[in-house]
């Protein structure tokens, strides 16, 4: 079974500019979560997805950062302009319902200068 | 505010011994307790979990201890082996809402040959 693919594995940008990333979740995964893992921490919830639609988004700076999963399946997030501060690991992860086991991602990793 | 704290930061133990990381938790909703194994480049694989009706579970080397009462969950690793150096992530959530997990601050363990 394939695992949860993510791309790119790396991005550097400098700050002000855009970036997107974008996760392919476990087939038949129907919730799909956004991590921000920033160096020498754990990770934290940014966005979770039940299909094409949000649970919860409460910790999504929503001035910024934005996420879709319109097909209930692929998910893009996308930070607009980044900040020194969005330098981090970028996780995605899916499980088969909200009540599951998650898996994770390799990540990409985000630096912004 | 962190819902999950982790210690310690950092273990250092020679091959065969058992390493011990201890996590807290205050929010007594949380019905769900996971312990993540990370290496680097990597994103973090589902150790091992625990549920509040049972104080103890094993599986392999690994083990969960829980203590309801005190709000406390720890993991030990019988016989650690230099493959298991990694860095150890507890986490917490509850069936209620929308399940998210809170992830601790990580315990980077090393193990000597």
């Known amino acids: 079974e394939a695992g949860v693919a993510q791309s790119p594995r790396y991005k550097i940008i400098e700050k002000r500019q855009s970036v997107a990333f974008w996760c392919n979740p476990i087939?038949?995964?129907?919730?799909l979560y956004w991590y921000q893992q920033i160096l020498g921490q754990g990770p934290k919830l940014l966005i979770q997805?039940?299909?094409?639609?949000?649970?919860?988004d409460s910790q999504l700076p929503k001035d910024r950062f934005s996420a879709e999963r319109l097909k209930g399946v692929d998910s893009t997030l996308k930070i607009q302009p980044a900040k020194l501060e969005d330098s981090a690991v970028y996780l995605c992860?899916?499980?088969?319902?909200?009540?599951?086991?998650?898996?994770f991602g390799p990540g990409t990793r985000l630096t912004v200068l | 505010q962190q819902q999950v704290k982790q210690s310690p930061q950092s273990l250092i133990v020679q091959k065969g011994g058992i390493p011990i990381i201890n996590c807290a938790y205050e929010n007594t909703a949380f019905d769900y307790f996971p312990w993540y194994q990370q290496f680097p480049g990597k994103g973090p694989a589902l150790l091992i979990a625990i549920r509040p009706d049972v104080s103890e579970k094993k599986e392999g080397r690994f083990t969960i201890s829980f203590n309801k009462s005190a709000k406390q969950f720890s993991l030990h690793i019988m016989d650690s082996q230099p493959g298991d150096s990694a860095t150890y992530f507890c986490a917490a959530s509850s069936h209620t809402g929308a399940n998210n997990l809170f992830f601790g601050t990580g315990t980077r363990l090393t193990v000597i040959p």
């Open positions: 997805f039940q299909n094409n639609g949000v649970v919860d």
């Open positions: 992860a899916s499980s088969p319902t909200h009540e599951n086991e998650q898996f």
């Open positions: 087939s038949g995964h129907a919730t």
